[in-house]
């Protein structure tokens, strides 16, 4: 039986453009409108309005965490012209998080970038770096009282996006080059591509200049949040899930050795045979996204962080199970956390576990899979909280599961 942890963060998450609404000035904006077949995030769930009543919801349930992340394309919304309107409405939701004893968990990047970023070149073009660490200095100014920042949110999937959008801008006219959402279209094909480490290497630079200025500036501890496929060898594939998982997280986890903290992020599992990556099987277990069910990934993902950034303390920033029944969300998640709290008894230094998602939430061109504690009604924005938020809500209570 697992003790409690003093200080744990027992919480849940959310980003930006997933629930906020009418991101207009980002580039998934645009992408949205350009691609056929994509749904919109449009309205979102308003949680740019509504967010006091999703942060209650979490408090009264008994979680005492909440990540949430600032929208850079409304914080920056033309190159080096900041929004001090903007930077006020995030520092009100930092205080309002505060005011309900919900310990803020602050996203600075999570997918999406201003248009005129992506315009410019991105994260490759000549200023990227530039441009991400001036937008970091803004967001510093409201950071008073935060004590967990997450610099670039899975650099590892961000990789992956940059080096496909780059690869559909250099297509032909007339060669159809569909855009793929990260975690839907991503499962339902053989395996994701690999991301470009140029890419890779770059968002680490960016990590690191954002961490150099938040640790001058502000007090909080400072990580990246890595997406873990927690792939496992079949016998005798040693060497190859090595090979394959240098290039897909090692070398994120390895950028963040220095770091105050890592932020791991897991939702199934894969096996890596002598041909790579063995596809999610298929079974009356998938998930909507399409993956397997597999609430070990996560003892195995916070394990296999530790070992290679050499124990820097770790964070769950994310997981969960993308499903429509809500029963099935609280079996994953107690499991996920049994496994969780076990490799904790075996020494890994977990700080927290912030479950995917708060709310029913626009997944990255679709809106289907399902991840939330709560369900939002797209019409009206009602809030309807299912059994799996009190559920979690009393494991918070009592400080294990
Ligand atoms: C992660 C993303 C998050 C959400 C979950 C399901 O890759 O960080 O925004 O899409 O997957």
């Not at 900041?82 to 930092?94: D, G, K, P, V």
């Not at 298929?282 to 397997?292: F, I, K, Q, S």
């Not at 195995?300 to 050499?310: L, N, S, Y």
């Not at 019409?379 to 009190?390: C, D, G, I, N, V």
């Amino acid at each position: 039986m697992t003790r409690p942890v003093p200080g744990f963060l027992w919480g849940a998450a959310t980003a930006p453009h997933q629930v906020e609404g009418n991101n207009l000035n980002s580039d998934w904006w645009v992408r949205e409108e350009r691609v056929p077949g994509m749904e919109r995030s449009g309205d979102a769930c308003d949680s740019y309005h509504r967010y006091a009543e999703d942060m209650r919801l979490l408090a009264d349930a008994g979680l005492n965490s909440y990540r949430f992340g600032v929208e850079w394309a409304r914080i920056e919304p033309a190159p080096g012209h900041f929004s001090n309107a903007e930077l006020a409405h995030y520092r009100r939701m930092i205080d309002t998080a505060l005011d309900l004893g919900l310990k803020p968990v602050v996203t600075l990047h999570h997918f999406t970038h201003p248009r005129w970023f992506a315009e410019e070149g991105g994260w490759m073009g000549d200023a990227g770096i530039e441009r991400f660490e001036t937008y970091v200095k803004a967001v510093a100014g409201i950071l008073d009282g935060v004590e967990w920042v997450c610099t670039i949110n899975e650099p590892n999937m961000l990789a992956l996006m940059v080096g496909m959008s780059r690869a559909a801008q250099a297509a032909q006219p007339g060669e159809t080059k569909k855009w793929m959402s990260p975690t839907v279209e991503g499962a339902a094909r053989p395996v994701l591509p690999d991301p470009d480490p140029d890419v890779g290497r770059r968002l680490a630079d960016g990590h690191h200049a954002a961490r150099a200025v938040l640790r001058k500036d502000t007090d909080a501890k400072v990580g990246w949040t890595v997406a873990n496929q927690a792939l496992t060898p079949t016998p005798g594939n040693e060497d190859r899930l090595r090979e394959i998982r240098y290039d897909r997280e090692d070398l994120y986890l390895e950028a963040s050795r220095d770091d105050d903290f890592i932020g791991v992020q897991s939702y199934s599992s894969q096996a890596v045979d002598e041909n790579g990556i063995v596809p999610h099987p298929r079974g009356p277990d998938t998930t909507l996204t399409g993956n397997a069910y597999r609430p070990d990934a996560i003892g195995i993902a916070v394990r296999h962080a530790w070992e290679v950034t050499g124990g820097v303390p770790i964070v769950v920033t994310e997981n969960g199970i993308a499903t429509a029944d809500d029963d099935r969300r609280v079996s994953y998640t107690s499991e996920a956390l049994r496994h969780l709290f076990d490799a904790a008894d075996d020494g890994v230094d977990v700080r927290g576990y912030l479950h995917w998602s708060a709310l029913d939430n626009f997944e990255w061109g679709h809106w289907k899979p399902t991840f939330g504690l709560i369900a939002v009604d797209r019409e009206t924005f009602e809030r309807s909280p299912k059994p799996s938020l009190a559920w979690l809500g009393e494991v918070a209570r009592r400080g294990r599961p």
